[in-house]
């Protein structure tokens, strides 16, 4: 019995939003534009292009297509940087153990990442051979809650969506699952994600047995 398992990267399986904040609050700073932890929550699961045009908005700024394109490619570049020096030790707790266990189950396991680093990502990690399939920003047109990223890595598994597993932790991205016909296990907040089918605050919550269950279903 296969399930397709689907990892969001950002806030599931290590924590980058942190080295998003400071890529974009300096991003911000360089046009005038104040940057808070409320905002930068507000950018989890939300492409690159999307999250610029949220900054700019909340600013009230308008700038040419040349300045938009150079203050994407700054903001990445500065990204980059602090991507480089990540390592395996910036993992979230217990998701190794949920990929191991998966593997010894013989069950496929995609990316599914609105990221066009993730890749890069999974390398610094040392986590890239643990994946069947990689579907990241470079794959996909529609951002989340649009199901396209999801749908594409089911099909990239060979596994049909309704039984697919998707491991979030965006409000659009377990919207994104479930308009997808997918289980949807939220990661992070009950209140913030009580539309997933299963909330935990992070994988030390998630024991063999629910595999187990979700494997069966
Ligand atoms: C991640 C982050 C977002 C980021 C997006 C695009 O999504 O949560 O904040 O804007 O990727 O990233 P990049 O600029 O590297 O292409 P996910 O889907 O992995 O949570
Ligand atoms: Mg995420």
């Known amino acids: 019995n296969k399930k397709g398992f689907i990892f969001d990267l950002d806030g599931v399986i290590v924590d980058t939003a942190k ?3 400071l890529a974009w609050q300096k991003l911000a700073k360089s046009i005038g534009i104040d940057f808070s932890h409320e905002q930068n929550e507000q950018l989890k699961g939300v492409s690159r292009v999307k ?17 938009f394109n150079a203050l994407m490619a700054s903001k990445n570049d500065d990204y980059l940087s602090f991507i480089a020096k990540m390592n395996h030790n910036e993992i979230l707790p217990d998701v190794p153990k949920v990929l191991n266990y998966l ?33 990241d920003g470079n794959d996909v047109s529609k951002a989340k809650p649009d199901p396209e990223v ?5 099909k ?3 596994i049909k969506p309704e039984e697919c597993i ?3 932790d965006s409000v ?24 997933a089918d299963y ?13 187990d269950k979700l494997i069966k279903r």
């Open 199 to 211: 909330v935990f605050s992070d994988f030390t919550e998630i024991d063999t047995a629910f595999i």
């Open 172 to 195: 659009a991205g377990v919207q994104a699952a479930n308009t997808a016909n997918m289980i949807s296990i939220g990661i992070g907040e009950q209140n913030v994600l009580h539309e």
């Open 103 to 135: 593997k010894e189950q013989d069950q496929p396991i995609s990316l599914g990442s609105a990221s066009k680093n993730a890749r890069q990502i999974l390398e610094k990690v040392d986590l890239l051979k643990q994946f069947d399939a990689i579907v």
């Open 51 to 67: 999250s610029l045009e949220k900054i700019l908005t909340w600013g009230n700024k308008t700038i040419s297509e040349d300045k």
């Open 150 to 154: 999801f749908l594409v890595a089911a």
């Open 166 to 168: 998707v491991f979030e």
């Open 156 to 158: 990239a598994l060979n």
């Open 19 to 21: 080295y998003h904040f």
